[in-house]
């Protein structure tokens, strides 16, 4: 009669084989995840600005057509100023009495913003939009386009910019440049 050599034998007595990872093989593992992660990241924190100031010239957007339909709903001029204020964009909106207009949405969180172009058609007192009681903009005389040039920053480079176009017309649309 044979005696078991251990409780890893098989029946012949044979030693069983273990199966399993080595600690050698699972630090090799590790390694090659930790290697692929720090290559993708870089690319997911831009992916991240460049989310961020897409959906923050998308709100900023949203805003402009929201208070354009208001001055005409309500028949008044309507003023909107954009800041970039704290690491977010700060929306006013008021009646030419100074009386907020709009309530609820008047800040966007915009961490990796750069700081907001205003052009002319002219923008003047930094950003400030008008609107009045026919949906027409105001806040700039003539056929120009104003403009707002929203976008982010990695490392003090500049990421993804996107452009808000507002018409004579009162249209406000968005591209990316």
């Given at each position: 009669m044979?005696?078991?050599l251990?409780?890893?034998?098989d029946r012949?007595?044979?030693?069983a084989?273990?199966?399993?990872?080595?600690?050698?093989?699972?630090m090799?593992?590790?390694?090659?995840?930790?290697?692929?992660?720090?290559?993708?990241?870089?690319?997911?924190?831009r992916?991240?600005?460049d989310?961020?100031?897409?959906?923050?010239a998308?709100?900023i957007?949203?805003h402009?057509?929201?208070?354009?339909t208001?001055?005409?709903?309500?028949?008044?001029?309507?003023?909107?100023?954009?800041?970039?204020?704290n690491g977010?964009?700060?929306?006013?909106?008021t009646n030419?009495?100074?009386?907020?207009?709009l309530?609820?949405?008047?800040?966007i969180?915009?961490v990796h913003?750069?700081?907001?172009?205003?052009?002319?058609?002219?923008?003047?007192?930094?950003?400030?939009?008008?609107?009045?009681?026919?949906?027409?903009?105001t806040?700039?005389?003539?056929?120009?386009?104003?403009?707002?040039?929203?976008?982010?920053?990695?490392?003090?480079?500049?990421?993804?910019?996107?452009?808000i176009?507002?018409?004579?017309s009162?249209?406000?649309?968005?591209?990316?440049?």
């Open positions: 044979r005696v078991p251990s409780n890893n034998s012949d007595g044979t030693l084989r273990q199966a399993g990872f080595s600690f050698v093989e699972l090799i593992a590790v390694a090659i995840i930790g290697i692929a992660a720090a290559i993708a990241m870089p690319s997911f924190t992916m991240y600005i989310y961020q100031a897409k959906a923050t998308s709100e957007t949203r402009l057509v929201l208070a354009r208001r001055a005409m709903t309500t028949n008044q001029t309507l003023s909107v100023q954009i800041l970039l204020v977010g964009v700060q929306i006013t909106t030419l009495a100074g009386a907020p207009a309530q609820g949405l008047n800040t969180d915009a913003m750069a700081p907001l172009v205003f052009n002319n058609g002219g923008i003047p007192n930094g950003g400030v939009v008008q609107f009045n009681s026919y949906g027409l903009r806040s700039v005389p003539g056929t120009g386009v104003q403009t707002i040039q929203v976008g982010g920053t990695l490392g003090g480079t500049p990421t993804t910019q996107y452009r176009n507002i018409a004579p009162g249209t406000s649309g968005l591209v990316r440049l």
